[in-house]
T-cell receptor, first 112, second 113 residues
């Protein structure tokens, strides 16, 4: 099986930096994706780490360490609009990229 | 504009009735997916299809059925056998690109009374 664990909630203030962690138990790991979902909305793709290291896209960065079975999403210069739920996701072993398993999700609350 | 449409946004049904949720995409994607999301929870895979006329069960397929007669369409039927059907249902498609990105529709919130 495969499971991806995340903290349930993280709070921060505008302008700050926040890190959302994702730990996983799986083998044959195919990389880690991150999605953002505002309340009542559709998830939208943020990033994908196929290999170890840091991927940067504007204010958002994502990191993966396969040896530690761990990844994180880093959000810088937080804005109120960043308040949302964030999910890590990965393909289960043996499925190639046919499907994704999603983490439990982290609700980020940004305050003024 | 290219994208995924789901209709309706909100749907109410009486217990014991089957209901079909619509999902259409004009992105020319081969793969399509149905997820269920309960309040405060992650996304759980119901069914997925890699190509027309083929589909596979996901993790929570019991009480659901799908068809894939056209590349653009992947309707989901919630049957009366689904014990707790009230949930937010999300349809997605995948481009097949190297980043394995899935594109989601706006979702249908189903309430069974």
């Amino acid at each position: 099986g495969q499971s991806l664990e995340q903290p349930s909630e993280v709070t921060a203030v505008e302008g700050a930096i926040v890190q959302i962690n994702c730990t996983y138990q799986t083998s044959g790991f195919y990389g880690l994706s991150w999605y953002q979902q505002h309340d009542g909305g559709a998830p939208t793709f943020l990033s994908y780490n196929a290999l170890d290291g840091l991927e940067e896209t504007g204010r958002f960065s994502s990191f993966l360490s396969r040896s530690d079975s761990y990844g994180y999403l880093l959000l810088q210069e937080l804005q109120m609009k960043d308040s949302a739920s964030y999910f890590c996701a990965s393909p289960p072993r043996g499925t190639g990229f046919q499907k994704l398993v999603f983490g439990t999700g982290t609700r980020l609350l940004v305050s003024p | 504009d290219g994208g995924i449409t789901q209709s309706p946004k909100y749907l109410f049904r009486k217990e014991g009735q089957n209901v079909t949720l619509s999902c259409e995409q004009n992105l020319n994607h081969d793969a399509m997916y149905w997820y269920r999301q309960d309040p405060g929870q992650g996304l759980r895979l119901i069914y997925y299809s890699q190509i027309v006329n083929d589909f596979q069960k996901g993790d929570i397929a019991e009480g659901y059925s799908v068809s894939r007669e056209k590349k653009e369409s992947f309707p989901l039927t919630v049957t009366s056998a689904q014990k707790n059907p009230t949930a937010f249902y999300l349809c997605a498609s995948r481009s097949g690109g190297t980043n394995n990105e899935q594109f989601f529709g706006p979702g249908t919130r189903l309430t069974v009374l």
